[in-house]
């Protein structure tokens, strides 16, 4: 066990609520460049007001400028792919930071997919992905913790680094019938909240 206690904020959310609608980071419409200004940071209360939001939280692994300080509107891109409305955000990379992922279709439909394709796309052939198989939104993880309704979080143990120790966590999912969403956010780095390991996430 990681030890301490972890302050835990969960929510779920009825995908069939014809009043529920998603919203994620859409892609910078200045000068847009792969790998490199995909899109513009916002933190998550920014991102919420400014999009008019009831909810916000962290969501796909970013680099660009990583700074926890790095002002709003700071050039940033994604690990894999990431779909906004329809729009491809980023496409998938090389870079081994992303392992799963997470879909919608227009009208809220959730699917999951546990690794994410390994192949390099183009941004035309994200968006062509995207209409082919009538995804809305595309969410990045770093990696799956739950397959199939199993946690599989003490798959990571022993792999040693700060990823897999006691850290602040963002975690999204959804329930097996496919109508609710989770959200989960777990403080860290906190006298309160020192953050889980995956296993406790999961």
Same mark, same amino acid.
């Not at 994410?116 to 183009?122: L, R």
């Not at 968006?127 to 739950?146: K, Q």
């Given at each position: 066990?990681?030890?301490?206690?972890?302050?835990?904020?969960?929510?779920?959310?009825?995908?069939?609520?014809?009043?529920?609608?998603?919203?994620?980071?859409?892609? !910078?419409?200045?000068? $847009? +460049?792969? =790998?490199?200004?995909? @899109?513009?940071?916002?933190?998550? &209360?920014?991102? %919420?007001?400014?999009?008019?939001?009831?909810?916000?939280? !962290?969501?796909?692994? $970013? +680099?660009? =400028?990583?700074?926890? @300080?790095?002002?709003?509107?700071? &050039?940033?891109? %994604?690990?894999?792919?990431?779909?906004?409305?329809?729009?491809?955000?980023?496409?998938?990379?090389?870079?081994?930071?992303?392992?799963?992922?997470?879909?919608?279709?227009?009208?809220?439909?959730?699917?999951?997919?546990?690794?994410?394709?390994?192949?390099?796309?183009?941004?035309?052939?994200?968006?062509?992905?995207?209409?082919?198989?009538?995804?809305?939104?595309?969410?990045?993880?770093?990696?799956?913790?739950?397959?199939?309704?199993?946690?599989?979080?003490?798959?990571?143990?022993?792999?040693?680094?700060?990823?897999?120790?006691?850290?602040?966590?963002?975690?999204?999912?959804?329930?097996?019938?496919?109508?609710?969403?989770?959200?989960?956010?777990?403080?860290?780095?906190?006298?309160?909240?020192?953050?889980?390991?995956?296993?406790?996430?999961?």
């Amino acid at each position: 066990a990681s030890g301490g206690p972890h302050i835990v904020q969960a929510l779920r959310i009825d995908l069939h609520d014809p009043d529920v609608r998603l919203f994620t980071t859409p892609p !910078n419409t200045n000068n $847009y +460049a792969i =790998n490199s200004r995909e @899109t513009l940071s916002q933190i998550p &209360a920014d991102f %919420l007001k400014t999009n008019h939001l009831k909810v916000a939280i !962290n969501g796909a692994h $970013y +680099a660009g =400028n990583t700074s926890y @300080t790095a002002p709003d509107g700071s &050039a940033e891109y %994604l690990h894999d792919i990431a779909i906004s409305q329809g729009a491809a955000v980023s496409p998938s990379d090389y870079y081994g930071e992303a392992d799963s992922l997470m879909l919608f279709t227009s009208n809220k439909v959730a699917s999951f997919i546990a690794s994410s394709p390994p192949s390099y796309y183009t941004t035309n052939e994200v968006y062509n992905y995207a209409v082919d198989n009538a995804l809305y939104h595309a969410i990045p993880g770093i990696y799956p913790l739950v397959v199939d309704g199993a946690n599989i979080g003490h798959t990571y143990d022993g792999l040693g680094g700060s990823l897999h120790s006691a850290q602040p966590r963002s975690a999204i999912g959804y329930s097996e019938d496919g109508r609710y969403l989770i959200l989960l956010a777990i403080d860290g780095r906190q006298s309160d909240s020192n953050g889980a390991m995956d296993y406790e996430t999961a």
